[in-house]
């Protein structure tokens, strides 16, 4: 099972408290009536999914019920950093452990 730490909360919960909620930092067009089909569909459906690192949104549906992000490793689907949703997004090679 896993440990997701709510940073609203400050504890590590198990992953049955939290729900995923797609991949964080997307920003909405400013003028979606100006986009073409095919470009309102890839903001609405395409998103990465890489191998590695990843920053993800998630909320604390069973607690606080408010949405935060995390960054998670997903080859060993680990997470190394949840923080605040409006925060800015921490630096992986801090904590990934990489030189820059």
Same mark, same amino acid.
């Given at each position: 099972?896993?440990?997701?730490?709510?940073?609203?909360? @400050?504890? %590590?919960?198990?992953?049955?408290?939290?729900?995923?909620?797609? @991949?964080?930092? &997307?920003?909405?067009?400013?003028?979606?009536?100006?986009?073409? %089909?095919? @470009?309102?569909?890839?903001?609405?459906?395409?998103?990465? #999914?890489? =191998?590695? &690192?990843?920053?993800?949104?998630?909320?604390? &549906? #069973?607690?606080?019920?408010? /949405?935060? #992000? !995390? &960054?998670?490793?997903?080859?060993?689907? =680990? /997470?190394?950093?949840?923080? =605040?949703?409006? !925060?800015?997004?921490? %630096?992986? !090679?801090?904590?990934?452990? @990489? !030189?820059?």
């Amino acid at each position: 099972m896993l440990l997701i730490h709510c940073p609203y909360c @400050e504890q %590590d919960l198990p992953e049955l408290e939290f729900a995923y909620a797609g @991949e964080a930092h &997307v920003s909405r067009p400013a003028d979606p009536s100006a986009l073409s %089909d095919e @470009e309102w569909r890839d903001f609405l459906f395409v998103r990465a #999914n890489p =191998k590695g &690192v990843h920053f993800e949104r998630w909320r604390h &549906v #069973n607690g606080c019920a408010r /949405f935060f #992000n !995390a &960054v998670r490793e997903t080859v060993g689907d =680990k /997470f190394l950093a949840t923080y =605040k949703a409006g !925060a800015p997004r921490p %630096d992986v !090679a801090s904590l990934t452990g @990489e !030189a820059k």
